[in-house]
């Protein structure tokens, strides 16, 4: 049983007068007819919260009344219900319900709207006509003030079968829908990991087949141990699931023939975590048809695989130390100007491409906009002009889309036009996607605006939306509630002059309707016809039977126009939603061009160059720079440094993965496992696969190691790169081992977290990867370490190939280069003076032949004995430890 609704079951009291706090435990036939549809209800979603809409209020009874006090720190209080006695009850005001239900979504509660549907008035003493008007779960939130605007919001679905696996993903607010299979574990915890859901559907045998949702690190036996424990999962029955149910689904949604056309045909796993995921829309969101796009299929190695660990060591999101946003690398990038470009540029930092062709079309946009400085500079203004196309097309579609959700969406879509005309002559590809606007868009924009009056109230029952001359019905029922105003209005003035009292006064109440007030000194004077109605300290209140007709008239009215009003509304927001699918392309296309407009932007300002994508395995890179350390240190201090690696001089590898694995079973094989052989016979090479980087500590190495990987996936994506230039051959992985961190959540020691993340990355390295170490072997005794990173060096540089760059304090690592030619030395130099180091922060050829350790230790007052000591061990280690002449004597 899920925690969620554990966590809201209370037992009956041992105190007999003590409020009802279970739902189950209730004699029904003694509940109100209200309390007995309350029940029902309850019933139905035993797992969620429900809020259930009395009046002003939205009100919580029983258990979920106890959970919603403790986890809102609200009263709870208790309400005298039929023959049953007192039950526990707490509420929240109808017009907050949003912020309340965010709060209750976010502590990972599924919450159940029951609104009242029809207006006290109408239902005239019988029971308010009440429904379930929207289920709110974390995957599937469509409110503004729900959702973060510069990130998806993710629904995820996986279906595991063995090592095999299936996973779907879509984001309703936006529409976009994916699917995709696996064969190793492995890669759906990492595609998790980059798409961090909000909710995961798993298809489970539990019992109980309603929704089950699990909050993040909640367990449950029914929960496949292989999934990552940080998400909310929701545990979902086998059956839509299946093949055969999941696969009519996803046909029928999208009015197809076969799945072939949606690449997902051959991929059964694929189909059904799809199918599953539709069937939870269906049955959360009620009548509120959801518009998806059309489902895509992708494959992992469509794009550049970064793993989690790397994600994180890159800071690619949000920063190591703290988890914020500031610092990282989306932080450093981010100049969009739309919400949907915020997006995009997120999505794109974690998908990186692999494909040259893709990347250049980038690339040629940005260049485009970098030349032409007035293009760029209008084009931005505009974009800041243009809401949120792709959620405000998913709130009218899915009927939650207010007033003026559609008036922000008219004035977006009517700046497309005038984007259309700026891009009118320019020749990128992201931009000429901009210059046709579909028709139908201007149209509807013009549509919304002769509709809507100009700031509508956020209210869409309560009249005031539609302008005049729209609707014949509703002008004449306005024209009609507008005489008899007028009439009341006029009231004032004429029953003064009848009765000759001055301070008479007409009005309004909820209670009473129109009245009319007059100061109890003029009671006597009231006319004959006045009907006395409440009598308060200072005043007396009358009505006249001829008010009380003209009231009733005006309110009935009223009522008949608001409703008119919503229906003409609901009306127009149904077109909009009918047009979802054209209004999110040209949302895509935005999105798109202010990604690009933005790092064109960021090029100029930070002096970004566009890197050369060039075929083979080449990482060149002058005067390159981090691209968040950069920013962060006053203009000019930041000192450049180059790189160069992977030449094709050195392409001993195969041209592709598959032949290279070939190859290194086959040497495994020559070898029968034995140990690789130390001198390989690789040509010299300016350009080495493998860097050794050694330099004091605080000197730059880390600095300098990930801005070669934030270049590479900078350029991957698309953008200039923070360089003099650059060329760069396409990677397709970066793996990092940076720094050394106790796993405690899975005990695992720093050296053993370090050894699993060392044995990953030599298990799946190719040569086409990137592959950043810094520090290896530090978290055993120095000699285990230094054994370790040495070998792990040498396996890379003559087996794998992967352009490395391996930071270390074990400087005697630089030995290798004298045995592999492809392995260069290279330090981050100092300038010592007696008494202090300064960093110059420049990488340079050559290894450091001492480490500053001791000279730090110095420097931080360590006592002179000491210090003297330390050089004689040290002086000893060196003397025996010439590990590449050993070696050799071994062979
Ligand atoms: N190229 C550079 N230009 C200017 N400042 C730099 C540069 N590289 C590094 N720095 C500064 O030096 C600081 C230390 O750099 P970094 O953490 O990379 O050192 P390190 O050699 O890896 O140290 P340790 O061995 O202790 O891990 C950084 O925070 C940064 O502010």
């Known amino acids: 049983m899920s925690a969620s609704y554990s966590a809201s079951q209370t037992t009956q009291p041992s105190n007999p007068t003590a409020p009802h706090a279970d739902h189950r435990l209730v004699d029904r036939s003694k509940l109100t007819q209200m309390f007995q549809h309350y029940v029902d ?128 993903y879509a984001d309703i607010s936006t529409g976009e829908f994916l699917t995709t299979q696996g064969s190793n574990l492995e890669h759906l915890t990492q595609e998790l990991m980059r798409l961090q859901p909000a909710e995961v559907l798993v298809p489970t045998n539990a019992p109980d087949l309603r929704s089950l949702l699990l909050r993040a ?51 059964p796993l694929a189909v059904r975590a799809a199918g599953g995921l539709l069937e939870y829309l269906e049955d959360t969101q009620k009548e509120n048809a959801i518009p998806l796009q059309l489902l895509r299929t992708y494959t992992l190695t469509d794009f550049l695989i970064v793993d989690y660990q790397t994600r994180r060591n890159l800071e690619i999101t949000q920063t190591v130390r703290d988890g914020s946003f500031v610092g990282s690398l989306l932080w450093a990038l981010d100049r969009t100007s739309t919400a949907m470009g915020s997006r995009a540029l997120r999505r794109w930092l974690l998908q990186p491409l692999l494909d040259v062709k893709g990347i250049r079309s980038r690339q040629d946009t940005i260049q485009e906009l970098v030349e032409n400085t007035t293009l760029r500079q209008e084009l931005r203004q505009l974009l800041r002009q243009i809401y949120d196309l792709e959620r405000l097309t998913g709130r009218a579609g899915s ?180 047009e979802a699918e054209v209004i999110r392309n040209i949302s895509r296309a935005v999105a798109a061009a202010d990604v690009l407009c933005g790092l064109a932007e960021l090029a100029v300002y930070q002096g970004y160059c566009r890197p050369e994508m060039v075929e083979g395995r080449e990482i060149n890179i002058v005067d390159g720079r981090h691209p968040v350390v950069e920013q962060s240190l006053p203009a000019g201090f930041f000192v450049p440094n180059s790189t160069s690696l992977g030449g094709e001089t050195n392409r001993r590898g195969a041209e592709n993965a598959e032949e290279e694995e070939e190859k290194g079973r086959k040497r495994q094989g020559e070898r029968g496992g034995k140990e690789s052989s130390l001198i390989p016979s690789l040509p010299d090479s300016p350009h080495p696969d493998l860097i050794i980087l050694t330099g004091p500590n605080a000197s730059g190495k880390s600095c300098y190691l990930r801005q070669v990987g934030l270049i590479q996936l900078m350029a991957q994506i698309g953008s200039f790169v923070p360089a003099g230039s650059a060329r760069l051959g396409v990677c397709d992985r970066i793996f990092t081992r940076v720094g050394a961190v106790d796993d405690l959540a899975t005990g695992q020691s720093t050296f053993m977290v370090e050894m699993n993340e060392t044995a990953n990355i030599l298990n799946h390295a190719t040569s086409r990867s990137l592959v950043l170490l810094d520090e290896i072997g530090r978290g055993t005794a120095t000699f285990d370490g230094l054994s370790i990173a040495w070998a792990v060096a040498e396996y890379i540089a003559t087996e794998i190939l992967a352009r490395t760059i391996f930071a270390t304090h074990y400087h005697e690592l ?32 050559g290894g450091a032949d001492k480490s500053y350790g001791i000279e730090a230790g110095r420097l931080a007052g360590l006592p ?15 003397k025996h430890s010439k590990i590449a002449m050993g070696l050799q004597n071994l062979e």
């Open 41 to 168: 209800i309850k019933d139905k979603y035993p797992h969620a919260m429900l809020l259930y809409r009395v009046g002003d209020f939205f009100e919580c009874y029983f258990e979920d009344a106890v959970t919603l006090a403790q986890e809102l720190e609200l009263s709870l209080t208790s309400k005298l219900v039929g023959d049953v006695g007192r039950v526990a009850m707490s509420g929240v005001p109808h017009h907050a319900w949003e912020r309340h239900a965010t709060q209750l979504v976010e502590k990972g509660y599924a919450v159940v709207i029951c609104d009242q549907v029809e207006d006290a008035a109408e239902a005239a003493g019988r029971l308010v006509r009440r429904e379930v008007t929207r289920i709110l779960t974390p995957g599937t939130l469509l409110e503004e003030g729900m959702l973060k605007s510069s990130r998806n919001n993710y629904l995820a679905a996986v279906v595991i079968a063995g090592e095999h696996w299936g996973l779907a």
């Open 217 to 267: 690190g909640e367990k449950s036996e029914h929960l496949p141990e292989c999934l990552p424990p940080s998400f909310c999962y929701c545990l979902r029955s086998q059956i839509p699931f299946s093949q055969a149910e999941a696969r009519a689904r996803l046909l029928q949604k999208f009015k197809v023939r076969s799945l072939e056309g949606l690449g997902c045909d051959q991929l």
């Open 399 to 578: 009927g939650t889309a207010h007033a003026r959700d559609l008036v922000a969406l008219a004035d977006s879509l009517s700046r497309l036009p005038e984007l259309s005309r700026l891009v009118a002559s320019a020749h990128s590809p992201f931009l000429k996607a901009l210059q046709k606007v579909p028709p139908v868009l201007e149209e509807l924009a013009q549509k919304i605006r002769a509709h809507l009056v100009e700031s509508p109230p956020i209210h869409i029952k309560e009249g005031g939306l539609i302008r005049s001359g729209i609707n014949t019905q509703l002008d004449e029922r306005r024209a009609t509630v507008e005489d008899d105003q007028k009439w009341i209005a006029n009231l004032e003035v004429d029953e003064r002059a009848k009765t000759g009292i001055p301070t008479l006064k007409v009005g309004f109440n909820k209670t009473f309707g129109y009245y009319i007030s007059i100061s109890r000194a003029k009671a006597d004077q009231v006319p004959s016809n006045y009907i006395r109605k409440q009598t308060l300290v200072n005043e007396e209140r009358y009505i006249t039977p001829e008010l009380k007709e003209r009231e009733a008239r005006i309110l009935t009215a009223r009522d008949d126009l608001n409703q008119l009003e919503y229906e003409i509304f609901v009306a127009l927001r149904e077109e909009v939603g009918g």
């Open 814 to 845: 630089n030995e290798l280069a004298s045995l592999l030619p492809n392995i260069a030395n290279y330090q981050v130099t100092v300038k010592e003076l007696a008494d202090q180091i300064i960093f110059l922060h420049q990488v340079q050829p």
């Open 864 to 878: 002179k004995v000491v210090i003297a000591r330390a050089k004689q061990v040290m002086g000893q280690i060196e």
